[in-house]
C-alpha cells in the first residue's frame, strides 16, 4: 500500500502519503469572529483505494483533555461499497472510487469556537479498513495551531429609555414687580409720578400680552403689596393694603377683566426680603444683622435692637440701600392654554414655546429626525428650561446626552429624574459605558422588573461584554 499524501496550503507542511491516489488541501483552519471556519479539498484519483477497503479520513482538534472531531471524509472501494449498501450502513459522507479521472471534493464548515480552540493543535486519523474487517488506524499530529484573528474589544450598544409625558392642562403664570411711588399721605397710583409711567409700563405690556393671545383664558390675578420694616407695624400694614388695592383698581379701570378674578394680600414689614439682601451683600456686621432678625420677634424689639448695632450704622446702611427695594407690588397673571397640534407648535415654539405642554414638545421632537439636531435641542435645551424639576425631563435630556456620549451633563440630568424604571435602565447605561457592569446589570434587572423594555436588550449587553472581557484576557497572552 502507498501512502497518502495530505497537502496543507496555509501552514505549509505536509504529511507522508498513506493511499496512492488520495490528497487533502487545507484552505482554511482558522477563528473567524465568534467561529471556527475549517475548509479543505479532497483531491481522490480512480485509483485511490483497493475495491475491498475503505479509508476514513478524520480531521481532530486536541488541546490538554479537549478533543473535538471535525468532519472527516470516507473513501470507498467498489466491493466494500456494494456490500455495505446491501448492509444499509452506509456512511453519510462517503467518496465513490469508480471514477474516470481525478476529481475534487469540497468540504467546509463552521462550529462555535471555544477559548481551549487557542492551543490546540491538528492531528489526523486514517482508518483502513480491508477484508474481515481488519483495521489499522495511524494518527499524525501536526505542527500547526489554529489561525487566529485579532480581537478588539466588544464594543457595547446600551439602548437608552424614553419617556412619554402625560397630557397635561396647561396652567402658565406671569409675574413681576412694581415699584411704585406715591406722594406722601395718599395711595392712589399717579401714572405720571416719579417712576410710576416706567413701573405701570411694564405692568401694561403684560396684561396686554396675555390678554391679546387667543389661545390663553385667564384664571386669576394674584397681587401683593410689600413695605419695608421702618416705622410702625401698624403703619407699614395699612401701607402695604394701599398699594396692593390701587395696584388692583388701576389695573381694573384700564382692562376690561372681571374683578372676581382678583385676589389682593399683603406683607406688612418684607422682613424674608431684607434676609435675601442682607445674605448677599458684604456689608460689615452682617452675621449680627443676620442673628438679630433671627432671634428678635418683630414685636418684640427687633428693629430697635438693629438699631442700636454699632451705633445704628448698618441699619442706616440699610435704609438707605435695601429697605426701598422692598416697598414694592409683585403681581402675577394665571391662565390657561389650549391644546396645540404638531403644525400649531411649531409655529408656538418659535414665538412662545412656554406656552407648550412637555408632551407637545416631545410629540414635535419625535415628529423630526431621531437624534438630529432639532430632536437633541429640543430634549436637551427647550424641554429643561421650561420643566427644569420634573423628572420625566430630566431623563429624556439625559438619554439624549448618554446617547451622544456626553456622560458628565447625563449624569447631572439623571441624578433630578427620580427611579423610574427608564431613569433605572439610563443609569444603567451610565455605569456599562463606564464599565462597571456589577452595577450596570443591577441597574438594568431592577429596570426590566419594574417594566422597562430596553433593559433586556442591555442586560444581553452586558452578557456579551463580561463573555468578551474573559476572552480578553486570554487574548493578552496571545503572540
Aim: aromatic share 8%.
Amino acid at each position: 500500500m502507498k501512502r497518502l499524501i495530505i497537502i496543507f496550503s496555509i501552514f505549509c507542511f505536509c504529511l507522508p502519503a498513506m493511499c496512492q491516489g488520495l490528497a487533502f488541501d487545507i484552505l482554511d483552519l482558522k477563528e473567524d469572529n465568534d467561529s471556527l471556519l475549517f475548509r479543505y479539498n479532497t483531491l481522490v484519483t480512480p485509483h485511490a483505494v483497493r475495491t475491498g477497503q475503505s479509508l476514513r479520513i478524520t480531521p481532530m482538534l486536541e488541546s490538554g483533555n479537549f478533543v473535538m472531531a471535525l468532519p472527516g471524509v470516507t473513501v470507498l472501494g467498489n466491493n466494500r461499497r456494494r456490500v455495505m449498501k446491501r448492509m444499509k450502513h452506509l456512511p453519510d459522507e462517503y467518496i465513490r472510487t469508480n471514477i474516470c479521472s481525478d476529481t475534487v471534493f469540497e468540504t467546509a464548515f463552521r462550529i462555535p469556537y471555544k477559548l481551549w480552540m487557542d492551543s490546540a493543535s491538528l492531528v489526523v486519523e486514517e482508518r483502513l479498513t480491508g477484508y474481515r474487517a481488519r483495521t489499522t488506524t495511524t494518527r499524525y499530529r501536526l505542527n500547526n495551531s489554529v489561525s487566529l484573528s485579532t480581537r478588539a474589544p466588544y464594543e457595547v450598544s446600551p439602548v437608552v429609555a424614553f419617556i412619554l409625558p402625560d397630557k397635561e392642562v396647561k396652567v402658565r403664570h406671569r409675574q413681576g414687580k412694581a415699584y411704585l411711588d406715591f406722594p406722601v399721605g395718599r395711595s392712589v397710583i399717579l401714572p405720571t409720578y416719579r417712576r410710576n409711567p416706567e413701573e405701570l409700563s411694564k405692568i401694561d405690556d403684560a396684561l396686554r400680552d396675555v390678554m391679546g393671545n387667543s389661545d390663553v383664558t385667564i384664571q386669576g390675578i394674584y397681587i401683593e403689596g410689600y413695605a419695608s420694616p421702618e416705622g410702625t407695624y401698624a403703619s407699614n400694614d395699612r401701607l402695604s393694603k394701599a398699594r396692593a388695592e390701587a395696584l388692583r383698581e388701576y389695573i381694573v379701570s384700564k382692562f376690561p377683566l372681571n374683578s372676581s378674578l382678583f385676589k389682593v394680600s399683603n406683607v406688612a414689614e418684607d422682613w424674608d426680603g431684607l434676609v435675601e439682601l442682607v445674605n448677599a451683600s458684604d456689608m460689615a456686621q452682617k452675621e449680627q444683622v443676620l442673628k438679630i432678625i433671627e432671634t428678635i420677634g418683630i414685636f418684640d424689639g427687633r428693629e430697635s435692637a438693629l438699631m442700636r448695632l454699632n451705633g445704628g450704622v448698618p441699619y442706616l446702611l440699610m435704609l438707605k440701600e435695601m429697605f426701598p427695594e422692598l416697598r414694592r407690588v409683585e403681581y402675577q397673571v394665571d391662565y390657561t392654554v389650549k391644546d396645540y397640534d404638531l403644525p400649531k407648535t411649531l409655529v408656538v415654539l418659535q414665538k412662545n414655546p412656554a406656552d407648550l405642554s412637555q408632551l407637545e414638545l416631545y410629540n414635535l421632537a419625535f415628529s423630526s429626525e431621531k437624534w438630529g439636531g432639532d430632536f437633541n435641542r429640543i430634549f436637551v435645551e427647550v424641554i429643561p428650561r421650561y420643566f427644569s424639576d420634573d423628572a420625566v425631563a430630566n431623563n429624556n435630556a439625559a438619554a439624549v446626552l448618554i446617547q451622544g456620549g456626553e456622560l458628565a451633563t447625563a449624569k447631572r440630568f439623571l441624578q433630578r429624574a427620580g427611579q423610574s424604571a427608564a431613569a433605572l435602565n439610563n443609569l444603567g447605561v451610565m455605569h456599562l459605558l463606564g464599565g462597571d457592569l456589577e452595577e450596570a446589570e443591577s441597574c438594568f434587572a431592577k429596570a426590566r422588573d419594574a417594566g422597562c423594555n430596553e433593559s433586556i436588550a442591555n442586560l444581553e449587553e452586558v452578557k456579551a461584554k463580561r463573555d468578551d472581557n474573559k476572552k480578553q484576557e486570554r487574548y493578552k497572552n496571545r503572540k
